[in-house]
Structure formats: C-alpha cells, structure tokens
C-alpha cells in the first residue's frame, strides 16, 4: 500500500486545501478512495492526489531568507529621504 495526499480546490481563485491522505494499492484505487472520502459531497471542484513519497518537504533551515529587511517598508526611510531631499533644496 502507498499513501497518496488529497488536495481540494474550491471553484475561482480559491487555493488548493490539503484535505486528507489514504492508502491504496495503485493510483488509480487512490483516485477512487480519494473521490469517495473527500468528493462525495461536493467539497472542491479540482481534486489532486499526489503520492506523500513526491511531496517535497522544506525544514525551517531551508525556509530561512538572507536579509529581506528590504521587503518589509514601513515608509521611515522613504520620509527621511523626502525630508533630507526638501531640506537641501532649501
């Protein structure tokens, strides 16, 4: 038996939502007991089912960024720069 992760997705823009996992034989069994156990009342209108074994997983190591202090603008620096760009104008 292999475990298959299922995923749902809601019509539009929606994300798609892990909604569970199952064990089957193959993959077509997976997609049956995928579709019985989370498509039977119309929860999503796209369904992925992925084998766990090809799902790749990022630790918090992995996840860390160099610096992105650049990402998060509170506006400080942009005022300080208008005000130093207004004060030597003067």
Same mark, same amino acid.
């Given at each position: 038996?292999?475990?298959?992760? &299922?995923? +749902?997705?809601? @019509?539009?823009?929606?994300?798609?939502? /892990? $909604? %569970? =996992?199952? *064990?089957?034989?193959? *993959?077509?069994? $997976? +997609?049956?007991?995928?579709? !019985? $156990?989370?498509?039977?009342? =119309? @929860? %999503? *209108?796209?369904?992925?089912? &992925?084998?766990?074994?090809?799902? #790749?997983?990022?630790? !918090? &190591?992995? #996840?860390?960024?160099?610096?992105?202090? /650049?990402? /998060?603008?509170? %506006?400080?620096?942009? $005022? @300080?720069?208008?005000?130093?760009? +207004? =004060? *030597?104008? =003067?």
């Amino acid at each position: 038996m292999k475990t298959y992760e &299922v995923f +749902l997705k809601k @019509e539009g823009k929606d994300p798609f939502i /892990h $909604a %569970g =996992s199952v *064990d089957a034989p193959d *993959d077509e069994m $997976a +997609l049956t007991y995928a579709r !019985e $156990a989370y498509g039977r009342r =119309s @929860e %999503g *209108d796209q369904m992925w089912v &992925v084998l766990r074994c090809n799902v #790749l997983i990022a630790d !918090e &190591v992995e #996840l860390e960024m160099a610096d992105r202090t /650049h990402k /998060h603008n509170d %506006g400080k620096l942009v $005022a @300080e720069l208008r005000r130093t760009t +207004l =004060s *030597d104008q =003067s």
